[in-house]
């Protein structure tokens, strides 16, 4: 079973439409984030989220917003999609490992969402 | 700020050939280095890390050495398969502070052809 899932994994949608994009985990983990893909642009952090209280702007969140509704849940939407927004979205969990002074922040990735926006 | 640069894509090889992928970074205090890989129509997934200096991460067949003085985490792995092919992402995370986000490269394409 998947420990990151997000929903739905392909979406077409119109200019002007409210889109909601879902993740769930069962990892335990309370840091949680969504980026979005895109060819030759890397990954770009979009808003993250440390605990249930606890919502961060990354580094291109107009046009975007969130919700934790729980420590295992963390939705995005678009209130209202344009076409540039049309890309492959990620939503990843992390938890800091490591010990003896040492630590590292490993992030556990869900399978995507390709959204395309006509 | 915090940094991360590999070389640009697409790479092509032949099954069983060499494979180095440079990722060199910047950053202000002494960050954790990371590959992740991304199969055609998955997620990303951690490939190794190494969390100081001369440390060697390795995992299926991969290694990249955390090299300080050239500030350098450059993958390589000595024979690629075919299943190999996928997108490779060079990442650093800060060791210390609450936030430690992950700063990015922007991916590198590699084509394993049999």
């Known amino acids: 079973d998947a420990d990151v899932t997000q929903t739905p994994r392909n979406r077409i949608t119109k200019t002007g439409k409210r889109i909601m994009l879902e993740c769930s985990q069962t990892?335990?983990?309370?840091?949680m984030y969504w980026y979005r893909q895109d060819p030759g642009l890397g990954l770009r952090l979009i808003y993250y989220?440390?605990?249930?209280?606890?919502?961060n702007k990354g580094e291109i969140s107009d046009g975007y917003s969130v919700s934790r509704q729980a420590q295992a849940k963390f939705s995005l939407s678009l209130e209202s999609a344009i076409p540039n927004q049309t890309a492959l979205y990620f939503c990843?969990?992390?938890?800091?490992?490591?010990?003896?002074?040492?630590?590292?922040?490993?992030?556990?990735f869900g399978p995507g969402t390709r959204l395309t926006v006509l | 700020g915090d940094s991360v640069t590999q070389m640009e894509g697409p790479v092509t090889l032949s099954e069983e050939a060499f494979l180095t992928i440079n990722c060199t970074y910047t950053?202000?205090?002494?960050?954790?280095l990371f590959w992740y890989v991304q199969y055609p129509g998955e997620g990303l997934q951690l490939l190794l890390k190494?969390?100081?200096a001369d440390d060697k991460g390795s995992n299926k067949g991969f290694e990249a050495t955390y090299r300080k003085e050239t500030t350098s985490f450059h993958l390589e792995k000595g024979s690629v398969q075919v299943s190999d092919s996928a997108v490779y992402f060079c990442?650093?995370?800060?060791?210390?502070?609450?936030?430690?986000?992950?700063?990015w490269g922007l991916g590198t394409s590699l084509a394993v052809n049999p």
């Open positions: 990442a650093l995370s800060e060791n210390a502070g609450n936030n430690r986000k992950l700063i």
């Open positions: 990843a969990t992390s938890v800091i490992k490591g010990a003896l002074g040492v630590s590292y922040n490993e992030q556990f």
């Open positions: 190494a969390t100081k």
């Open positions: 989220s440390f605990d249930v209280k606890d919502i």
């Open positions: 950053a202000t205090g002494y960050p954790s």
């Open positions: 990892k335990g983990h309370d840091r």
